[in-house]
């Protein structure tokens, strides 16, 4: 169940089902610098977890 913030009393209030949310978060990830050093950040965390992925813990 998604909430949004609304005007109301509490200021919080559940969504119908089929009701979009509307967020500005997409908008300011647009505006966030991204250099090389991100690019091979995530490239180094990409190998890294090819190389050793998480083990599951075994049922005990």
Avoid: C, K, Q, Y
């Amino acid at each position: 169940m998604a909430i949004r913030h609304d005007d109301t009393t509490d200021g919080v209030h559940t969504a119908r089902p089929n009701e979009p949310i509307r967020s500005l978060i997409p908008a300011r990830l647009d505006r966030l610098g991204w250099s090389r050093f991100h690019t091979m950040l995530v490239v180094a965390l990409g190998v890294a977890w090819v190389l050793h992925p998480p083990v599951p813990v075994p049922p005990t």
